[in-house]
């Protein structure tokens, strides 16, 4: 039987999951950085994912798919997980099509990250809330290269760790998909190259074996999270496996460039993110 306080107590921490979403929101929808992290940062993922379910049911727009954020060892929490989930929003997601804006805050962070991208060809069944990356691999869908749009309005979001990143959309700000590389589950991992350049300078290497437990492993991971979140995947909705090359800080007015070895490269140049209309 509740004391009185403790309800007081969780209408407190609701209250303020409520408000920090809503200062995030407002942030995106306006394209204004923030100085300091919103209220007080969740106490752990859970939390966490408490702020970024009431942001995205006040963002206006449909939740298409999924970026994979690795977490480091260092700052896990009791949930034992080792990635996180974001949001991709069918508003800012772009095909290839010669070179792309990058929209980032000004102000705030502003990355570009190397992507390998699933698209699921069958919906999850519902029910099942555990993945292996063998089951995982079981589940149809075709892999596609990226980049994914790493911004938010708080300049400090990656170095205020993981909590904060799940609070605010999982630090994503749009992910470009480019062309399918046919056949994957045949092409040995290390044979999924991939490079960064900002400007004229290489930043970064990688490729799928850069993601630790390679592509099924961040399936397996958005599979489980997603549906022990009461939003299993779909057909047709994507899963952004994790920076394949590293985080590349990256300026208004710099160009990007990806190039993934045998499968084409996408160039954008990064912008300043502007207001967002209410509605889709």
């Not at 010669?98 to 069944?125: M, N, S, T």
């Not at 979001?157 to 062309?179: A, T, W």
């Not at 912008?271 to 209410?278: H, I, P």
Request: glycine share 10%; charged share 20%; with cysteine.
């Amino acid at each position: 039987m509740s004391n009185g306080n403790e309800d007081k107590d969780v209408t407190a921490v609701d209250a303020g999951a409520a408000a920090i979403a809503a200062r995030f929101v407002e942030a995106r929808l306006h394209a204004r950085a923030l100085p300091d992290f919103p209220g007080v940062i969740p106490a752990d993922l859970a939390a966490a994912y408490r702020v970024q379910d009431l942001a995205i049911a006040r963002w206006p727009d449909q939740v298409v798919g999924w970026k994979v954020g690795y977490i480091q060892s260092q700052r896990r929490d009791v949930s034992g997980d080792d990635r996180l989930l974001g949001p991709i929003f069918r508003r800012q997601l772009w095909p290839v099509d010669g070179r792309v804006d990058l929209p980032v805050f000004a102000g705030g962070f502003a990355a570009v990250e190397a992507e390998y991208v699933l698209r699921l060809q069958a919906d999850a069944p519902p029910d099942k809330t555990d993945w292996t990356p063998e089951e995982a691999a079981a589940l149809p869908a075709t892999l596609h290269i990226g980049i994914e749009i790493a911004s938010s309005p708080l300049a400090t979001i990656n170095q205020l760790g993981p909590c904060v990143v799940v609070s605010d959309f999982g630090n994503n700000n749009g992910l470009i998909v480019g062309e399918e590389i046919r056949n994957w589950r045949a092409i040995p991992e290390e044979r999924l190259r991939a490079e960064t350049w900002i400007d004229v300078t290489r930043v970064g290497t990688g490729g799928a074996t850069f993601l630790p437990g390679g592509l099924l492993a961040a399936y397996a991971f958005a599979l489980s999270r997603s549906a022990r979140r009461g939003r299993p995947l779909r057909t047709g909705e994507l899963v952004a496996t994790g920076n394949a090359t590293g985080i590349h800080d990256i300026a208004v007015g710099q160009t990007a460039q990806v190039r993934f070895e045998g499968y084409g490269a996408i160039d954008g140049r990064a912008v300043a993110a502007t207001a967002l209309k209410e509605a889709p």
